[in-house]
């Protein structure tokens, strides 16, 4: 089954311990995104990328890190989450056209 | 910064009645898509229309795209109460960036 996978679905800690939110898509798509989703402000991109070693920042880029090492992989790093990191997270994956969404992970830093 | 911008903020309609929300954004687009999520949940494709495309049909949606006035708009007809959702407009730009609206809440009342 063609899917987009985010682990984990749910995660509270606190400020300044880091964190990664691993993503992995089975569709052989390129192109992958990170998305913040927040009440009033729908999605806002994070970091996308093109290919395998290519990213590039969205409009929220800071306080995050990104690595794509291998196509299927895009894992979300918080090196030093705060407060205003909480929020619901997803993945995304497409190859030009339709993109396919992961199931979210809803991050609570205290 | 927000590209596009859904219109209305929230609609609520009977069950059978027509739904249109509309989109607006401010840079040159390679396409637009529309998406739906019910509550937390994933973002679901529903359609995508190319910036050289005028009308697109999908089912019982209707999307337009008025790329001399940077709007689209999706029509949902006949709707239903499992219609109800949010639903969001997204652009990619020539940079391959995709920039979400905050949404559409829309509820279909039975």
């Known amino acids: 089954e063609a899917q987009v996978t985010q682990n984990p679905r749910y995660l509270i800690t606190v400020t300044g311990k880091k964190l990664t939110v691993t993503c992995s898509q089975n569709?052989?798509?390129?192109?992958m995104s990170w998305y913040r989703q927040d009440p009033g402000l729908g999605l806002r991109q994070i970091y996308y990328s093109m290919n395998v070693e290519v990213t590039d920042k969205g409009d929220v880029p800071e306080g995050y890190k990104v690595s794509r090492k291998e196509k299927r992989n895009f894992p979300l790093i918080l090196e030093s989450p705060s407060p205003n990191q909480t929020s619901l997270y997803f993945c995304a994956s497409h190859r030009g056209g339709e993109q396919f969404f992961g199931p979210g992970t809803r991050l609570t830093v205290l | 910064s927000q590209q596009g911008e859904e219109d209305p903020q929230a609609l609520s309609i009977q069950e059978g009645e027509n739904a249109t929300m509309n989109c607006s954004y401010k840079t040159s687009i390679n396409n637009l898509q529309w998406y739906r999520q019910n509550s937390g949940r994933g973002l679901v494709h529903l359609i995508l229309i190319r910036s050289n495309e005028r009308e697109k049909h999908s089912g019982r949606l209707r999307v337009t795209l008025d790329t001399s006035k940077k709007s689209s708009s999706l029509l949902i007809t006949a709707s239903r109460a499992a219609d109800t959702a949010s639903y969001f407009c997204a652009t990619r730009t020539s940079y391959d960036k995709v920039i979400f609206g905050p949404g559409t809440s829309l509820s279909v009342i039975p």
């Open positions: 569709m052989n798509h390129e192109y």
